[in-house]
Protein backbone atom coordinates (compact mmCIF):
# COMPACT_ATOMS: atom_id res chain seq x y z
CA UNK A 1 0.00 0.00 0.00
CA UNK A 2 1.04 3.59 -0.27
CA UNK A 3 2.69 5.13 2.29
CA UNK A 4 0.96 8.11 2.35
CA UNK A 5 -2.54 5.71 2.86
CA UNK A 6 -0.78 3.97 5.60
CA UNK A 7 -3.21 4.57 8.86
CA UNK A 8 -0.04 3.56 10.73
CA UNK A 9 1.54 6.99 9.27
CA UNK A 10 -0.95 8.48 11.81
CA UNK A 11 -1.41 7.30 15.07
CA UNK A 12 0.76 4.24 16.57
CA UNK A 13 -1.74 2.32 18.75
CA UNK A 14 -0.80 -0.39 21.24
CA UNK A 15 -4.37 -1.82 21.80
CA UNK A 16 -4.81 -5.63 22.18
CA UNK A 17 -7.42 -6.55 19.61
CA UNK A 18 -9.35 -8.91 22.28
CA UNK A 19 -12.72 -8.49 21.09
CA UNK A 20 -14.31 -11.21 19.51
CA UNK A 21 -17.43 -11.50 16.46
CA UNK A 22 -19.94 -12.15 19.25
CA UNK A 23 -19.22 -8.76 21.00
CA UNK A 24 -19.03 -6.81 18.02
CA UNK A 25 -22.27 -7.74 17.12
CA UNK A 26 -23.83 -7.20 20.58
CA UNK A 27 -21.78 -3.87 20.51
CA UNK A 28 -23.56 -2.99 17.60
CA UNK A 29 -26.88 -3.93 18.95
CA UNK A 30 -26.56 -2.34 22.33
CA UNK A 31 -25.37 0.88 20.55
CA UNK A 32 -28.51 0.90 18.37
CA UNK A 33 -30.78 0.11 21.69
CA UNK A 34 -30.82 3.52 23.61
CA UNK A 35 -33.24 3.96 27.04
CA UNK A 36 -35.16 6.41 24.58
CA UNK A 37 -36.70 3.08 22.75
CA UNK A 38 -37.46 2.28 26.13
CA UNK A 39 -39.05 5.67 27.60
CA UNK A 40 -38.31 8.27 25.16
CA UNK A 41 -40.41 6.76 22.54
CA UNK A 42 -43.78 8.14 23.52
CA UNK A 43 -42.83 11.58 23.33
CA UNK A 44 -41.94 10.97 19.64
CA UNK A 45 -45.22 9.68 18.75
CA UNK A 46 -47.37 12.03 20.66
CA UNK A 47 -45.33 14.37 18.57
CA UNK A 48 -45.97 12.77 15.11
CA UNK A 49 -48.52 10.47 15.97
CA UNK A 50 -49.02 7.37 14.01
CA UNK A 51 -46.68 8.55 11.46
CA UNK A 52 -43.64 8.38 13.55
CA UNK A 53 -43.27 5.32 11.99
CA UNK A 54 -42.24 7.25 8.24
CA UNK A 55 -39.88 8.42 10.83
CA UNK A 56 -38.39 6.04 11.94
CA UNK A 57 -37.74 4.40 8.59
CA UNK A 58 -36.23 7.08 6.72
CA UNK A 59 -33.97 7.77 9.66
CA UNK A 60 -32.40 4.13 9.69
CA UNK A 61 -32.03 4.17 5.55
CA UNK A 62 -29.91 7.49 6.70
CA UNK A 63 -28.07 6.40 9.40
CA UNK A 64 -27.35 2.66 7.85
CA UNK A 65 -25.27 5.39 5.12
CA UNK A 66 -23.58 6.78 8.07
CA UNK A 67 -22.83 3.84 9.53
CA UNK A 68 -21.44 2.45 5.67
CA UNK A 69 -19.59 5.31 5.19
CA UNK A 70 -17.93 4.65 8.62
CA UNK A 71 -17.40 1.22 7.85
CA UNK A 72 -15.43 1.71 5.03
CA UNK A 73 -13.06 3.68 6.62
CA UNK A 74 -13.00 1.64 9.34
CA UNK A 75 -12.19 -1.59 7.34
CA UNK A 76 -9.31 0.15 5.58
CA UNK A 77 -7.60 1.69 8.41
CA UNK A 78 -8.79 0.44 11.76
CA UNK A 79 -8.06 2.74 14.27
CA UNK A 80 -9.99 3.38 18.00
CA UNK A 81 -10.08 6.68 17.41
CA UNK A 82 -12.76 5.88 14.42
CA UNK A 83 -14.57 9.23 12.89
CA UNK A 84 -12.59 11.72 15.39
CA UNK A 85 -9.55 10.34 13.62
CA UNK A 86 -11.10 10.35 10.11
CA UNK A 87 -11.69 14.45 10.53
CA UNK A 88 -8.56 14.78 11.91
CA UNK A 89 -7.16 13.18 8.74
CA UNK A 90 -9.73 14.00 5.61
CA UNK A 91 -11.62 17.30 6.95
CA UNK A 92 -9.26 19.49 9.09
CA UNK A 93 -7.07 19.38 12.26
CA UNK A 94 -10.04 21.44 14.10
CA UNK A 95 -12.80 19.63 13.09
CA UNK A 96 -10.65 16.28 14.79
CA UNK A 97 -10.02 18.24 17.53
CA UNK A 98 -14.04 19.39 17.74
CA UNK A 99 -15.15 16.16 17.55
CA UNK A 100 -12.71 14.69 19.73
CA UNK A 101 -13.38 17.53 22.81
CA UNK A 102 -17.09 16.98 21.80
CA UNK A 103 -16.46 13.83 23.33
CA UNK A 104 -15.77 15.70 26.76
CA UNK A 105 -18.95 17.25 26.54
CA UNK A 106 -20.71 14.35 25.60
CA UNK A 107 -19.69 12.29 28.09
CA UNK A 108 -20.42 14.53 31.08
CA UNK A 109 -23.96 15.04 29.97
CA UNK A 110 -24.82 11.67 29.06
CA UNK A 111 -23.18 9.99 32.02
CA UNK A 112 -24.94 13.03 34.18
CA UNK A 113 -28.64 12.17 32.12
CA UNK A 114 -27.84 8.55 32.50
CA UNK A 115 -27.21 8.41 35.83
CA UNK A 116 -29.77 10.46 36.77
CA UNK A 117 -32.20 8.43 35.21
CA UNK A 118 -30.55 5.32 36.61
CA UNK A 119 -31.20 6.94 40.00
CA UNK A 120 -34.57 6.84 39.21
CA UNK A 121 -35.55 3.64 38.04
CA UNK A 122 -33.38 2.15 41.41
CA UNK A 123 -36.21 4.47 43.18
CA UNK A 124 -38.87 2.23 42.16
CA UNK A 125 -37.54 -0.47 44.71
CA UNK A 126 -35.89 1.88 46.62
CA UNK A 127 -37.07 5.35 46.96
CA UNK A 128 -34.85 6.10 50.00
CA UNK A 129 -31.57 5.66 48.12
CA UNK A 130 -30.19 9.25 46.99
CA UNK A 131 -29.86 9.15 43.45
CA UNK A 132 -25.73 9.91 43.70
CA UNK A 133 -25.05 6.82 45.64
CA UNK A 134 -26.54 4.88 42.99
CA UNK A 135 -24.47 7.37 40.08
CA UNK A 136 -21.28 6.52 42.25
CA UNK A 137 -22.04 2.32 42.22
CA UNK A 138 -22.63 2.35 38.40
CA UNK A 139 -19.76 4.61 37.79
CA UNK A 140 -17.29 2.52 40.10
CA UNK A 141 -18.40 -0.86 38.94
CA UNK A 142 -18.29 0.22 35.14
CA UNK A 143 -14.57 1.48 35.50
CA UNK A 144 -13.29 -1.93 37.47
CA UNK A 145 -15.05 -3.75 34.17
CA UNK A 146 -12.76 -1.17 31.81
CA UNK A 147 -9.73 -1.02 33.63
CA UNK A 148 -9.30 -4.85 33.14
CA UNK A 149 -9.08 -5.49 29.58
CA UNK A 150 -11.17 -4.56 26.57
CA UNK A 151 -12.28 -8.92 26.40
CA UNK A 152 -14.31 -7.67 29.96
CA UNK A 153 -16.23 -5.21 28.27
CA UNK A 154 -17.13 -6.74 25.74
CA UNK A 155 -18.74 -9.46 27.80
CA UNK A 156 -20.34 -7.34 29.97
CA UNK A 157 -21.81 -5.16 26.70
CA UNK A 158 -22.74 -8.66 25.36
CA UNK A 159 -25.02 -9.67 28.25
CA UNK A 160 -26.26 -6.21 28.74
CA UNK A 161 -27.00 -5.91 25.29
CA UNK A 162 -28.86 -9.41 25.42
CA UNK A 163 -30.94 -8.83 28.21
CA UNK A 164 -32.35 -5.31 25.83
CA UNK A 165 -32.60 -7.48 22.82
CA UNK A 166 -34.91 -10.02 24.34
CA UNK A 167 -36.97 -7.34 26.29
CA UNK A 168 -38.09 -5.72 22.61
CA UNK A 169 -38.44 -9.48 21.15
CA UNK A 170 -40.65 -10.49 23.85
CA UNK A 171 -42.90 -7.02 23.23
CA UNK A 172 -42.74 -7.59 19.26
CA UNK A 173 -44.05 -11.08 19.63
CA UNK A 174 -46.75 -10.80 22.64
CA UNK A 175 -47.67 -7.81 20.83
CA UNK A 176 -48.11 -9.81 17.12
CA UNK A 177 -49.80 -12.32 19.46
CA UNK A 178 -52.25 -10.15 20.55
CA UNK A 179 -53.05 -8.00 17.29
CA UNK A 180 -53.63 -11.49 15.48
CA UNK A 181 -55.11 -14.16 17.69
CA UNK A 182 -56.28 -11.34 20.63
CA UNK A 183 -53.82 -12.53 22.98
CA UNK A 184 -54.68 -10.56 26.36
CA UNK A 185 -57.54 -9.39 24.76
CA UNK A 186 -60.22 -11.70 25.09
CA UNK A 187 -59.64 -13.51 22.18
CA UNK A 188 -59.86 -10.92 19.76
CA UNK A 189 -57.29 -10.05 17.18
CA UNK A 190 -56.33 -5.81 17.83
CA UNK A 191 -55.97 -5.24 13.97
CA UNK A 192 -54.21 -2.37 12.86
CA UNK A 193 -57.09 0.27 12.48
CA UNK A 194 -55.19 1.97 15.56
CA UNK A 195 -52.81 3.08 12.90
CA UNK A 196 -55.23 4.86 11.17
CA UNK A 197 -57.96 6.05 13.38
CA UNK A 198 -57.77 8.91 15.72
CA UNK A 199 -57.15 11.89 12.95
CA UNK A 200 -55.39 9.82 10.63
CA UNK A 201 -51.78 8.39 9.86
CA UNK A 202 -50.78 11.73 9.27
CA UNK A 203 -52.67 13.24 12.04
CA UNK A 204 -49.85 15.81 13.34
CA UNK A 205 -49.52 17.08 9.42
CA UNK A 206 -46.07 17.44 8.04
CA UNK A 207 -44.72 19.66 10.46
CA UNK A 208 -45.36 17.45 13.19
CA UNK A 209 -43.66 14.60 11.79
CA UNK A 210 -40.96 16.15 10.60
CA UNK A 211 -40.03 18.01 14.05
CA UNK A 212 -40.25 14.14 15.85
CA UNK A 213 -36.95 13.64 13.57
CA UNK A 214 -35.41 14.92 16.65
CA UNK A 215 -36.16 12.58 19.16
CA UNK A 216 -35.96 9.79 16.27
CA UNK A 217 -32.01 11.30 16.07
CA UNK A 218 -31.49 11.14 19.97
CA UNK A 219 -33.02 7.67 20.07
CA UNK A 220 -30.28 6.37 17.77
CA UNK A 221 -27.57 8.25 19.34
CA UNK A 222 -24.66 5.57 20.08
CA UNK A 223 -24.75 3.71 17.04
CA UNK A 224 -21.98 5.61 15.36
CA UNK A 225 -19.62 4.19 18.44
CA UNK A 226 -19.26 0.88 16.55
CA UNK A 227 -16.34 2.33 14.65
CA UNK A 228 -14.64 2.77 17.72
CA UNK A 229 -14.20 -0.64 18.73
CA UNK A 230 -12.26 -1.09 15.05
CA UNK A 231 -8.99 -0.80 16.76
CA UNK A 232 -9.50 -3.62 19.14
CA UNK A 233 -11.30 -6.22 16.79
CA UNK A 234 -9.57 -9.35 15.96
CA UNK A 235 -10.87 -9.75 12.70
CA UNK A 236 -11.77 -6.47 11.44
CA UNK A 237 -12.30 -6.79 7.66
CA UNK A 238 -14.90 -9.62 8.44
CA UNK A 239 -16.68 -8.78 12.00
CA UNK A 240 -16.72 -4.99 11.36
CA UNK A 241 -18.63 -5.50 7.93
CA UNK A 242 -21.34 -7.94 9.73
CA UNK A 243 -21.84 -5.61 12.31
CA UNK A 244 -22.72 -2.39 10.23
CA UNK A 245 -24.61 -4.19 7.28
CA UNK A 246 -27.17 -5.87 10.03
CA UNK A 247 -27.72 -2.56 11.23
CA UNK A 248 -30.53 -1.65 8.57
CA UNK A 249 -32.11 -4.32 9.72
CA UNK A 250 -32.12 -3.88 13.46
CA UNK A 251 -33.11 -0.50 13.46
CA UNK A 252 -36.30 -1.46 11.49
CA UNK A 253 -36.75 -4.36 13.62
CA UNK A 254 -36.04 -3.03 17.10
CA UNK A 255 -37.43 0.38 16.70
CA UNK A 256 -39.73 0.42 13.57
CA UNK A 257 -40.89 -3.52 14.85
CA UNK A 258 -41.34 -2.61 18.34
CA UNK A 259 -43.25 1.09 17.57
CA UNK A 260 -45.61 -0.43 15.29
CA UNK A 261 -46.44 -3.21 17.84
CA UNK A 262 -47.13 0.34 19.90
CA UNK A 263 -49.52 2.12 17.69
CA UNK A 264 -51.50 -0.95 16.84
CA UNK A 265 -52.24 -2.09 20.48
CA UNK A 266 -52.85 1.51 21.60
CA UNK A 267 -54.69 4.47 20.02
CA UNK A 268 -51.47 7.21 19.73
CA UNK A 269 -53.20 9.60 22.21
CA UNK A 270 -53.11 7.00 25.03
CA UNK A 271 -49.74 6.66 25.18
CA UNK A 272 -48.54 8.43 28.06
CA UNK A 273 -45.48 10.44 27.74
CA UNK A 274 -44.29 9.76 31.28
CA UNK A 275 -43.06 5.99 32.33
CA UNK A 276 -42.64 2.94 29.30
CA UNK A 277 -45.23 2.13 26.46
CA UNK A 278 -43.62 -1.29 27.05
CA UNK A 279 -44.78 -1.66 30.95
CA UNK A 280 -48.60 -1.20 28.91
CA UNK A 281 -48.24 -3.42 26.71
CA UNK A 282 -46.67 -6.48 29.34
CA UNK A 283 -49.40 -5.14 31.57
CA UNK A 284 -52.56 -5.81 29.55
CA UNK A 285 -50.99 -9.00 27.77
CA UNK A 286 -50.96 -10.18 31.87
CA UNK A 287 -47.67 -10.82 32.59
CA UNK A 288 -46.94 -10.40 36.70
CA UNK A 289 -44.97 -7.94 37.37
CA UNK A 290 -44.23 -6.14 34.50
CA UNK A 291 -43.69 -2.71 35.65
CA UNK A 292 -40.73 -4.77 37.88
CA UNK A 293 -39.72 -6.09 34.83
CA UNK A 294 -39.07 -3.66 32.39
CA UNK A 295 -37.29 -1.81 35.10
CA UNK A 296 -34.89 -3.81 35.54
CA UNK A 297 -34.32 -3.93 31.67
CA UNK A 298 -33.96 -0.36 31.42
CA UNK A 299 -31.39 -0.43 34.58
CA UNK A 300 -29.38 -3.22 32.66
CA UNK A 301 -30.48 -0.63 29.55
CA UNK A 302 -28.69 2.55 31.36
CA UNK A 303 -25.87 0.49 32.56
CA UNK A 304 -24.76 -0.56 29.43
CA UNK A 305 -24.91 3.01 28.72
CA UNK A 306 -22.77 3.82 31.29
CA UNK A 307 -20.07 0.94 30.15
CA UNK A 308 -20.19 2.19 26.50
CA UNK A 309 -19.24 5.35 27.68
CA UNK A 310 -16.14 4.20 29.73
CA UNK A 311 -15.09 2.45 26.83
CA UNK A 312 -15.70 4.90 24.19
CA UNK A 313 -15.26 7.94 25.62
CA UNK A 314 -11.60 6.73 26.72
CA UNK A 315 -10.51 5.22 23.31
CA UNK A 316 -11.43 8.81 21.72
CA UNK A 317 -8.98 10.58 24.48
CA UNK A 318 -6.45 8.16 23.90
CA UNK A 319 -6.20 8.23 19.75
CA UNK A 320 -6.45 12.08 20.42
CA UNK A 321 -3.51 12.05 22.58
CA UNK A 322 -1.52 10.34 19.41
CA UNK A 323 -3.23 12.90 17.05
CA UNK A 324 -1.68 15.29 19.43
CA UNK A 325 -4.87 17.01 19.86
CA UNK A 326 -5.21 16.19 23.69
CA UNK A 327 -2.52 15.84 26.40
CA UNK A 328 0.10 12.99 25.97
CA UNK A 329 -0.06 11.28 29.07
CA UNK A 330 -3.31 9.82 27.90
CA UNK A 331 -1.74 8.18 24.74
CA UNK A 332 -0.21 5.48 26.83
CA UNK A 333 -1.33 1.76 27.84
CA UNK A 334 -0.35 -0.34 30.99
CA UNK A 335 1.08 -4.25 30.65
CA UNK A 336 -2.80 -4.90 29.35
CA UNK A 337 -2.79 -3.03 26.35
CA UNK A 338 -5.38 -0.93 27.87
CA UNK A 339 -5.36 2.91 28.43
CA UNK A 340 -5.30 3.22 31.96
CA UNK A 341 -5.01 6.99 32.14
CA UNK A 342 -7.77 7.73 29.70
CA UNK A 343 -9.99 5.41 31.79
CA UNK A 344 -9.21 7.30 34.54
CA UNK A 345 -10.07 10.79 32.95
CA UNK A 346 -13.24 9.56 31.53
CA UNK A 347 -13.71 8.16 35.55
CA UNK A 348 -12.98 11.37 36.95
CA UNK A 349 -15.21 12.98 34.29
CA UNK A 350 -18.28 10.36 35.39
CA UNK A 351 -18.03 11.21 38.60
CA UNK A 352 -18.60 14.94 37.76
CA UNK A 353 -21.58 13.68 36.28
CA UNK A 354 -22.29 12.04 40.00
CA UNK A 355 -21.27 15.51 41.55
CA UNK A 356 -23.86 16.96 39.10
CA UNK A 357 -26.71 14.91 40.03
CA UNK A 358 -26.13 15.16 44.33
CA UNK A 359 -26.31 19.26 43.87
CA UNK A 360 -28.98 19.35 41.52
CA UNK A 361 -30.85 16.01 40.70
CA UNK A 362 -34.18 17.31 39.71
CA UNK A 363 -32.40 19.77 36.87
CA UNK A 364 -29.45 17.68 35.94
CA UNK A 365 -31.00 15.47 33.11
CA UNK A 366 -33.10 18.16 31.46
CA UNK A 367 -30.43 20.21 31.12
CA UNK A 368 -27.96 18.07 29.68
CA UNK A 369 -29.90 15.57 27.58
CA UNK A 370 -30.53 18.31 24.77
CA UNK A 371 -27.02 18.77 24.75
CA UNK A 372 -26.03 15.80 23.21
CA UNK A 373 -28.09 16.07 19.68
CA UNK A 374 -25.39 18.29 18.67
CA UNK A 375 -22.10 15.99 19.11
CA UNK A 376 -24.17 13.34 17.51
CA UNK A 377 -25.07 15.40 14.61
CA UNK A 378 -21.59 16.75 14.35
CA UNK A 379 -20.20 13.33 14.60
CA UNK A 380 -22.75 11.80 11.63
CA UNK A 381 -21.97 14.99 9.41
CA UNK A 382 -18.37 14.76 9.46
CA UNK A 383 -18.41 10.76 8.94
CA UNK A 384 -20.24 11.26 6.29
CA UNK A 385 -17.77 14.17 5.01
CA UNK A 386 -14.41 12.79 6.02
CA UNK A 387 -15.59 9.36 3.62
CA UNK A 388 -16.50 11.84 0.52
CA UNK A 389 -12.56 13.34 1.54
CA UNK A 390 -11.34 9.81 1.99
CA UNK A 391 -13.11 8.11 -1.64
CA UNK A 392 -12.07 11.06 -3.49
CA UNK A 393 -8.12 10.49 -2.14
CA UNK A 394 -8.42 6.66 -2.99
CA UNK A 395 -9.77 7.43 -6.68
CA UNK A 396 -6.62 10.81 -7.09
CA UNK A 397 -4.50 7.79 -5.66
CA UNK A 398 -5.83 5.11 -7.92
CA UNK A 399 -6.33 2.70 -5.52
CA UNK A 400 -9.93 3.50 -5.16
CA UNK A 401 -10.38 -0.41 -6.66
CA UNK A 402 -8.69 -1.87 -3.72
CA UNK A 403 -11.15 -0.98 -1.40
CA UNK A 404 -12.74 -4.00 0.17
CA UNK A 405 -16.02 -2.87 1.73
CA UNK A 406 -17.25 -0.21 -0.34
CA UNK A 407 -20.44 2.97 0.57
CA UNK A 408 -23.28 1.83 -1.94
CA UNK A 409 -25.02 4.24 -3.84
CA UNK A 410 -21.86 6.63 -3.36
CA UNK A 411 -21.92 9.79 -3.25
CA UNK A 412 -25.64 9.99 -3.41
CA UNK A 413 -25.91 7.93 -0.03
CA UNK A 414 -23.87 10.32 1.18
CA UNK A 415 -25.90 13.64 0.48
CA UNK A 416 -28.94 11.51 1.54
CA UNK A 417 -27.26 11.08 5.15
CA UNK A 418 -26.29 14.97 4.88
CA UNK A 419 -29.69 15.69 4.11
CA UNK A 420 -30.74 14.21 7.42
CA UNK A 421 -28.25 15.89 9.77
CA UNK A 422 -29.01 19.43 8.46
CA UNK A 423 -33.27 18.02 9.10
CA UNK A 424 -32.03 17.71 13.17
CA UNK A 425 -30.35 20.56 13.01
CA UNK A 426 -33.47 22.56 11.57
CA UNK A 427 -35.68 20.49 13.97
CA UNK A 428 -33.64 21.62 17.04
CA UNK A 429 -33.85 25.53 15.86
CA UNK A 430 -37.61 25.25 15.50
CA UNK A 431 -38.62 23.02 18.69
CA UNK A 432 -38.62 25.72 21.58
CA UNK A 433 -37.51 23.57 24.27
CA UNK A 434 -34.48 22.56 22.39
CA UNK A 435 -33.23 25.60 20.47
CA UNK A 436 -31.32 26.74 23.31
CA UNK A 437 -29.37 23.71 23.52
CA UNK A 438 -27.84 25.23 19.61
CA UNK A 439 -27.13 28.22 21.59
CA UNK A 440 -25.11 26.41 24.15
CA UNK A 441 -23.34 24.22 21.58
CA UNK A 442 -22.67 27.76 19.58
CA UNK A 443 -20.63 28.47 22.66
CA UNK A 444 -19.08 25.53 23.28
CA UNK A 445 -17.47 25.46 19.55
CA UNK A 446 -16.13 29.23 20.36
CA UNK A 447 -14.46 27.30 23.49
CA UNK A 448 -13.41 24.62 21.81
CA UNK A 449 -11.54 26.83 19.08
CA UNK A 450 -9.99 29.55 21.45
CA UNK A 451 -8.45 26.26 22.95
CA UNK A 452 -7.75 24.71 19.29
CA UNK A 453 -5.93 28.08 18.79
CA UNK A 454 -3.70 28.10 22.04
CA UNK A 455 -3.00 23.99 21.71
CA UNK A 456 -1.61 24.09 18.33
CA UNK A 457 -0.73 27.53 17.87
CA UNK A 458 -1.47 30.21 15.44
CA UNK A 459 -0.36 28.38 11.81
CA UNK A 460 -1.81 24.70 12.78
CA UNK A 461 -5.19 25.45 10.82
CA UNK A 462 -3.57 25.49 8.14
CA UNK A 463 -0.11 23.38 8.86
CA UNK A 464 0.40 19.67 9.15
CA UNK A 465 0.00 18.21 12.47
CA UNK A 466 4.29 17.34 12.74
CA UNK A 467 6.84 17.49 10.06
CA UNK A 468 7.30 13.92 10.18
CA UNK A 469 3.66 12.77 9.67
CA UNK A 470 2.15 13.06 6.10
CA UNK A 471 -1.26 15.59 5.58
CA UNK A 472 -3.76 13.94 3.48
CA UNK A 473 -5.11 17.55 3.02
CA UNK A 474 -2.19 18.95 1.26
CA UNK A 475 -2.83 16.25 -1.92
CA UNK A 476 -6.37 17.17 -2.17
CA UNK A 477 -4.76 20.60 -3.35
Same mark, same amino acid.
Given at each position: ???????????????? *??? /???????????????????????????????????????????????????????????? +????????????????????????????????????????????????????????????? #?????????? /???? &??????????????????????????????????????????? !??????????????????????????? !??????????????????????????????? @???????????????????????????????????? +????????????????????? !??????????? /?????? #??????? /??????? @?????????????????????? &???????????????????????????? *????????????????????????????????????? #???????????????????????????????????????????????
Amino acid at each position: MDKHLDTLAYEQEDLK *RDL /KNRHVQMIAIGGAIGTGLFYGSSWAIRTAGPAILLVFAIASIAIYFVMRALGEMAVEEPV +SGSYVSYANRYIHRFAGFLNGWNAFIFLLATSAADLNALGNYVHFWFPHIPIWVTAGAAVS #LMFAVNIIGV /KIYG &EAEFWFALVKVVAIVALILFGFGMIVFGFGNNGVPVGYHNLVD !NGGFFVKGASGTFLAVVMVAFSFGGVE !NLGLAAGEVKDVKVTMPKAINATFWRLLIFY @VGAIAVLLMIFPWTSLSTKGSPFVQVFTRIGIPAAA +SIMNLVVIMAVLSAVNASVFT !NSRTFYNLALQ /KNAPAF #LGVTNAR /KVPHRAI @VMVFVTMFAGVLLNYFMPEQAF &ELFSSVTVFALVCAWGSIVISHLRFRKL *RVRAGTDGQIAYRMPFYPYSNYLALAFVAAVLVGIAL #LPDMRMSLVVSAVWVFVVYVAYRFYVGKDAANAAQDADVPNRRDQLV
